[in-house]
């Protein structure tokens, strides 16, 4: 290995290239009257089948998210590639009577929410990033240290076994949950172990999804299927998460396809169909992780590096989105009133914005796994009854559709169709 001292300046420096990393870059990009100079150091060639950001998973965007895209430039890309609405949700208990029901059209919206494909969303993004003459994209490299001064943050990476130290006015940890800028900063993590994990999949059914989703609660965990379709217009297809403990999750994975799709139809029901057809399938550990200092000066953590959720609500990349809403617009405000977008009075600022909306959505979402995996008689009948209520209680149901579009307190401009 060789060492190169070489010494590269800029003002903002991501280290993550995933979908919140590469979001943050582009939004920054486009920022007028600014000529911020961005690196992104990411640690996966783009290009490679192994990148996890870019694969052949699926979220739900949120409307917000799709706003946020929309604003940036981004969303009819992502769309003539392949975009699902959802325009009806419907939320059961197995085994209970309890249900409700959201439907796009009461809240006065195309749809609820928009199902992805990772992989598109990751190759419009790297269209962007790869036409932005501001944005340099260092890939394959490795942090290795990070070190935080009063004026400026030097971080040393590892690339094509040289080390080279990057300065920067502001670092910013888009690196995952397993993040290494988090690490290396000593930044400490609450973490909470779900004793679950959650098997993905793609599944077809013998009659059209109608851009329907599906919430299932279980006694073992969760199960969602989000509406899906593929490069032949199909609109039977499914994205599956299933949440169960460990062992069983494996257990389940590891069948054949006709046992499988026996399984799923016995814990789901038939509300959706017959299963007729499942590909391949991958399994995810879950936990709760909440960064304890998302800013320092010359640092900001996001996205999953900040906070890790669990799928139940589909919250999560919606999360880091809006996270990268409102640090692009708190980074550029700052340089248009002439100030270091690094001081920890501008990062401070940004971090009470995001307080409600990270809280409140982590305590909603290990709320939803922690009630309706407790099947002690009174609180399944008070859950019951809570879900039967919104379907009759407009105001709640509203809250709840608001909620789960994303429109959560203050809104940044990205989010409210206008540019930074």
């Known amino acids: 290995m060789t060492t190169a001292d070489a010494h590269a300046d800029y003002d ?17 990009s486009q920022a007028q009257d600014t000529r911020l100079r961005i690196a992104v150091v990411e640690s996966t060639p783009f290009d490679s089948a192994q990148q996890p950001s870019f694969d052949a998973r699926t979220v739900a965007l949120s409307d917000s998210s799709k706003v946020i895209f929309q604003t940036l430039g981004l969303w009819d890309e992502m769309r003539a590639l392949g975009v699902t609405p959802i325009e009806r949700i419907h939320v059961s208990d197995r085994g209970h009577i309890g249900s409700t029901h959201l439907d796009c059209r009461e809240q006065g919206v195309a749809a ?23 944005i340099d994209l260092i890939c394959p490299a490795r942090v290795e240290n990070v070190e935080l001064a009063a004026d400026t943050a030097t971080v040393t990476i590892k690339s094509h076994e040289q080390m080279e130290r990057l300065q920067a006015k502001l670092v910013i940890g888009a690196d995952g949950g397993e993040s290494r800028l988090r690490e290396l900063a000593g930044i400490k993590t609450l973490n909470l172990n779900y ?18 989703a599906y919430e299932r609660f279980t006694d073992s965990g969760p199960m969602a299927l989000l509406p899906s379709s593929d490069n032949e217009g199909r609109d039977n297809l499914y994205a599956l998460v299933w949440t169960a403990k460990p062992e069983q999750a494996k257990g389940i994975a590891a069948l054949d396809d006709t046992e499988f799709l026996q399984r799923l139809q016995d814990r789901f029901g038939r509300r959706a169909g017959r299963f007729i057809r499942v590909g391949s399938r991958h399994l995810y550990p879950l936990k709760f992780l909440q960064a304890r200092e998302p800013v320092r000066a010359r640092l900001a953590i996001i996205g999953n590096a900040a906070h890790s959720l669990h799928p139940v609500s589909g919250q999560g990349f ?38 409600r909306d990270q809280w409140q959505t982590a305590l909603s979402t290990d709320s939803l796994v922690r009630i309706f995996s407790n099947d002690f008689p009174p609180l399944a009948l008070a859950r019951n009854l809570g879900l039967l209520a919104l379907d009759v209680l407009p105001p709640l149901k509203k809250r709840l559709a608001r909620h789960a579009m994303g429109y959560i307190g203050r809104q940044p401009r990205l989010s409210r169709g206008l540019p930074l």
Do not use: F
Not at 12 to 28: E, H, K, P, R, T
Not at 199 to 211: F, G, K, S, Y
Not at 328 to 354: C, F, K, M, S, T
């Open 318 to 355: 919606n999360l880091g989105l809006r996270d990268v809403a409102v640090l692009a617009q708190q980074i550029v405000d700052a340089e248009r009133r002439g100030e270091d977008p690094g001081r920890l009075e501008n990062l401070q600022a940004y971090a009470r914005w995001r307080r």
């Open 12 to 28: 903002i420096l991501i280290v993550g290239g995933g979908m919140v990393g590469a979001s943050l870059a582009v939004a920054l």
């Open 112 to 134: 609820l929410g928009y199902v992805v494909e990772t992989r598109v969303i990751g190759e419009v993004l790297t269209a962007h990033i790869n036409k932005c003459e501001n």
């Open 195 to 212: 004793g679950q994990s959650a098997l993905i999949a793609n599944v077809a059914c013998d009659r059209p999804h109608r851009h329907i």
